[in-house]
């Protein structure tokens, strides 16, 4: 077998990995059901990835470093204000959230499973309270423009009005009778009224 087919065909496992995991989570999946999803047999898949374990190690690292991709660089520009960077972390989740759906729902329900690895891999906490949002937002506080002196419950704001809403789309959709054209309509309004709604909370 080539390098080539080797390649294509380890990415469509965990293309299919992805996607069922993101649908089942990792106690619902069965290593068939990914085969199945792959197109392969299952004897094939364990000749690429040796058990749930290890693949799913390597979907849940791939989908953390997805959700945070690019946050690092938004978090310390030097060139955009803290309203900016509000609304741009309002419009990178909202988008990414469009195209996966399904990911904070993924995402918390298996953190809250096995909260350890998130814990020791995740250097988000750090990269926070060293950033330039973080500065800028204790300076906004010490010229008394905001109203919020503590970040974390002004971030708490923020990440609740994007997230939920896809947390709860099914919900969402059976209550309304929304299709999901018209949801993802209302989500980009959203992206738009957040960020206003921020600041008609956070400054004075």
Known sequence: MSNTNNISTEERIKAAARKVFHQKGYAGTRTRDIAEEAGINHAMLNYYFRSKEKLFTIIMTETMAQFFKGLSHLLNDENTSLEQKIELIVNNYTDLLLEEPELPT??????????????????????????????????????????????????????????????????????????????????????KQIPLWIKTILFK
Request: aromatic content about 8%.
């Open 106 to 191: 993924f995402m918390f329900n298996e953190i809250r499973n096995n909260p350890e690895p998130f814990i020791e891999n995740n250097p988000i906490r750090q990269a926070l309270q060293n950033s330039t949002l973080a500065r800028q937002y204790t300076e906004a506080v010490a010229r008394a423009e905001i109203t919020e002196p503590n970040l974390i419950q002004t971030l708490l704001n923020l990440i609740g009005l994007v997230i939920f809403p896809f947390i709860a789309q099914p919900i969402m959709l059976a209550l309304n009778k929304m299709t999901k054209e018209q949801y993802k309509t209302l989500m980009l309004e959203r992206k």
